[in-house]
């Protein structure tokens, strides 16, 4: 049957109350009110599978934990489990002390009876009875007069109260007694009044404090405006008479979707106590929403006496307890309550933190309070134990603030504004293609990508491997003559690994950043210039790394079309070094701006540019043989190159270069080229030896004789220059020791250099380089040094005609 046109025709509306003069409208809430949790009670009588013990026991400690002082616990007439509930707690002094348990009764002799039982020997209880006072009901249900109600009223109030001064004789039980005129708010309110007099005459004993009689209005199935129910409240509140002996309870559902704002609204009007459920359940719509209410209190300054500060944790026991979801968008506890995916949204809460950090570092120097005032975020996710994670999400109606806020929440780091927008392009991009949420993981791998950020899985085409940025005064000031400061160019030196393949890569400018780039212009013809840069500092103290940010434009570009440019790319980079982190964030932008075009192979132009030329050189040797050149031995190897390269008409190919270089340092030659000089140590030991020293030992083969050697030192080196001291005339010096790793995993090997310096009395000091390689870093080292050795034209002792 579709809807009705005209529904009057089927639905009365609810009738206003002429209350004169209402007060409640102008009131102003200051404290929170007595709470009772009645989620063990009317909560568990709403769910399919009412809890067992078990799970009432679990319940009953996080009501316990958010510290509720009054609980209704069970219907004990209703099932054995409510009454043995009721018992184990009892028996098994499972409530505190400052706790009143509380059961509910209907106005039926043997059931007020089974419910007193269930209480035998309880320190403090609250007993509820109610029956139905509401036309309907009367008519309906209990076929009963107005009359016949209140008698059912009176009748089993004093039964009650007979049994409870019983109960309070024999077991010292301190009683409390509720009432509910069951359907309050569809009770006429002077009937409502009415049956309430004729209960407090009943009871007999109403009084101040403990000894309030509790008169709870509920509204039962909510079927009016909750201003409607505030004016009803307020009627009773007005006219109960003796009202500083009663306290009223307030019990809304939610059948209109208004709980929480009739709760509000009949506190104004005079409620002192509310009844309700963690997270509104109940029946039908539910009870009201304790802890909704509980924190709207909170936010306005106002303690509720509640503790939610680990909201997560009251959320898993009672979804699990009542075996039902709370809604994604339950006020403070659904799981995207903190979230925002819009991004207007997102934008202002990032702003919003960002000018509160601000704002709260003003108030600490000032003592002031430290206020929240966060736009769309109306309490602080942190105060319920959520983190800020989550207050961000990313879709395709996202905008850029929120997702710079993740990466600033996640990677430290602080976007430039338009770096922000080249990103949010990016995201955009994903989550309209990809149609999801795009997850914090999801965001910080697609910067990484992007921006070739975060360690070798997300290395980009161009990678720095090592670097050295120094100075040399510029031609003009260095030759001027006054006092001034000279101007400094900088120089550039760095072996960067291009597609996988290591090159040196060299060049200069006004700072470090326009050195590389000229190195790369010289290089790999990646011309570029920096449009925007900035940087800040990420940690604190000793672990403190500098963040930078560059934009580049194409450098072919005039100076006026590059400052306009739409066409740019951001890089970032991070380095404990300055210096470091800015030539990174270029080579990330870089990285970006080349995609995957391809790069120019390794140019060989020796002799002629003495910018580029050992550079050139040392990359070279670098792809061919994957020797990464100390400085001094590169310079060394140019001056042969060039040499070479003059006598062959200033000019040398690539294949004879890396020849040169092998013949130059013996260096992996096929074995009939070896030179006839090369000394070897084989079978070597090295262990230790006296006073702290090494001790080596082996055979030592040289111009093909052997014979066992031993030397000490302070390590290798110095241990097998006394073997060669032992050896020949003069004084050997090891100048310079380095090495690297050359290939990875179990095909590692260890590539050293030594430079050897060698004096003869009365001859001109000598140095030669020499490099080994080996899978044992130990014999690699000796290698290297006896390699050297072979450039030395060393005499040696008692050798006559060189044997
Ligand atoms: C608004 C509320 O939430 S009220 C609380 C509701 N909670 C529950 O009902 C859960 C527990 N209830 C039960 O287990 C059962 O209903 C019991 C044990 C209390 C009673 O069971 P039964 O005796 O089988 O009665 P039944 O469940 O059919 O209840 C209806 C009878 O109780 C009467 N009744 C209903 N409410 C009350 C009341 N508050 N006071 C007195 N009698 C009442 C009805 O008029 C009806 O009487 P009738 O049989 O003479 O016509
Ligand atoms: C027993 C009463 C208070 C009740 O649960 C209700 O009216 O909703």
């Given amino acids: 049957m579709p809807m009705l046109a005209d529904p009057s025709i089927k639905y009365k509306p609810y009738e206003p109350l002429n209350l004169q003069n209402r007060q409640w409208p102008s009131k102003v809430v200051k404290k929170a009110p007595i709470w009772l949790s009645t989620d063990l009670r009317d909560g568990n009588q709403a769910l399919a599978n009412p809890m067992t013990i078990e799970q009432k026991t679990i319940f009953f400690k996080t009501i316990i934990k958010c510290g509720f002082k009054e609980i209704e616990v069970a219907y004990p007439a209703a099932s054995d489990t409510d009454f043995n509930f009721v018992r184990q707690l009892i028996e098994q002094k499972q409530i505190p002390d400052d706790v009143w348990l509380q059961v509910l009764t209907p106005a039926r002799e043997d059931l007020i009876r089974r419910t007193l039982e269930s209480l035998a020997g309880a320190k403090q209880a609250i007993v509820h009875m109610y029956n139905a006072t509401c036309p309907c009901f009367r008519e309906v249900v209990f076929r009963n007069s107005k009359e016949e109600t209140v008698a059912l009223a009176i009748k089993h109030t004093k039964i009650l109260r007979e049994l409870t001064d019983e109960y309070s004789a024999k077991y010292g039980t301190k009683f409390k007694f509720e009432y509910s005129p069951e359907t309050f708010s569809q009770t006429e309110p002077d009937f409502a009044l009415e049956v309430c007099e004729a209960v407090k005459k009943a009871w007999g004993k109403a009084g101040l404090g403990e000894e309030r009689i509790i008169f709870n209005l509920p509204a ?354 991070v380095d404990s070094d300055i210096a470091g982190s800015g030539l990174r964030a270029v080579l990330s932008a870089v990285n970006n701006a080349i995609g995957d075009r391809a790069l120019p192979e390794l140019k060989l132009n020796v002799g002629f540019n003495a910018k580029s030329g050992q550079a050139d050189v040392a990359s070279a040797i670098l792809n061919s043989l994957y020797l990464e050149l100390p400085r001094g031995l590169q310079a060394s190897f140019f001056e042969v190159v060039q040499r070479a390269a003059r006598a062959t008409g200033e000019s040398i190919s690539y294949t004879d270069l890396i020849k040169l270089f092998q013949e130059t340092y013996n260096y992996d030659l096929p074995e009939a080229t070896r030179k006839a000089t090369e000394i070897s140590l084989e079978r070597f030991k090295l262990q230790d030896g006296e006073n702290g020293k090494k001790q080596l030992t082996g055979t030592l083969v040289w111009n093909g004789k052997s014979k066992e050697a031993s030397g000490s030192g302070v390590g290798p080196l110095s241990s097998l220059v006394d073997i060669l001291h032992k050896e020949i005339e003069g004084i050997l010096t090891c100048k310079h020791y380095s090495e690297h790793s050359v290939s990875e995993g179990t095909e590692v090997q260890a590539a050293s250099y030594v430079e050897l310096s060698y004096e003869l009395p009365g001859q001109a000091k000598k140095s030669s380089w020499g490099i080994g390689l080996d899978t044992d870093i130990t014999a690699s080292m000796l290698k290297a040094l006896l390699s050297s050795v072979v450039g030395l034209d060393v005499v040696r002792k008692n050798v006559v005609n060189g044997q």
């Avoid at 960002?354 to 570092?361: D, K, T």
């Fill in 220 to 573: 039962t199935v909510e079927i009016a405006p909750p201003n409607h129910y505030a004016d009803q409240v307020e009627y009773f509140h007005s006219h109960i008479s003796e009202r500083e002996k009663v306290a009223i309870s307030l019990h809304p559902h939610n059948d209109r979707g208004q709980g929480i704002a009739a709760a509000e609204l009949a506190l104004l009007a005079g409620g002192d106590r509310v009844e309700g459920c963690l997270f509104g359940n109940g029946e039908r719509t539910g009870n009201v929403d304790i802890v909704n209410l509980a924190l709207n209190f909170y936010t306005q300054g106002i303690p509720p006496h509640l503790d939610f500060s680990d909201l997560q944790s009251v959320i898993d026991v009672v979804t699990k307890c009542n075996d039902l979801p709370i809604h994604p968008r339950h006020p403070y506890a659904g799981e995207l309550v903190f979230t925002a995916f819009s991004g207007s949204h997102q934008d202002a809460v990032k702003k919003g933190f960002e000018a509160q950090r601000i704002r709260h570092a003003e108030n600490i120097k000032k003592g002031e309070n430290q206020y929240w005032d966060i736009p769309y975020l109306p309490i602080d996710p942190a105060d319920l134990g959520c983190t800020y994670e989550a207050v961000i999400r990313v879709n395709a109606q996202s905008g850029k603030g929120g997702i710079a806020y993740l990466i600033q929440q996640h990677l430290g780091l602080d976007l430039p504004r338009k770096m922000q927008v080249s990103f949010y392009q990016v995201i955009q991009a994903i989550a309209d293609r990809e149609a999801r949420e795009m997850r914090v993981d999801d965001i910080t791998t697609a910067f990484r990508n992007t921006y070739k950020f975060g360690g070798s899985k997300y290395e980009g085409r161009l990678v720095l491997k090592s670097f050295k940025v120094s100075s040399e005064p510029t031609v003009d000031s260095a030759q001027g003559e006054t006092d001034e400061p000279a101007d400094e160019r900088r120089l550039f030196d760095g072996s960067v690994s291009v597609d996988g393949v290591l090159r040196v890569i060299r060049g200069d400018g006004n700072g470090p950043l326009s050195a590389l780039l000229d190195a790369l212009r010289t290089h790999l013809e990646c011309d570029f210039v920096i449009r925007e840069y900035s940087e800040h500092s990420i940690g604190e103290g000793s672990n403190v790394r500098a963040a930078s940010y560059v934009e580049l434009v194409r450098g072919d570009q005039a100076v006026k079309d590059a400052r306009t440019s739409t066409e740019s790319w951001w890089g970032v980079g």
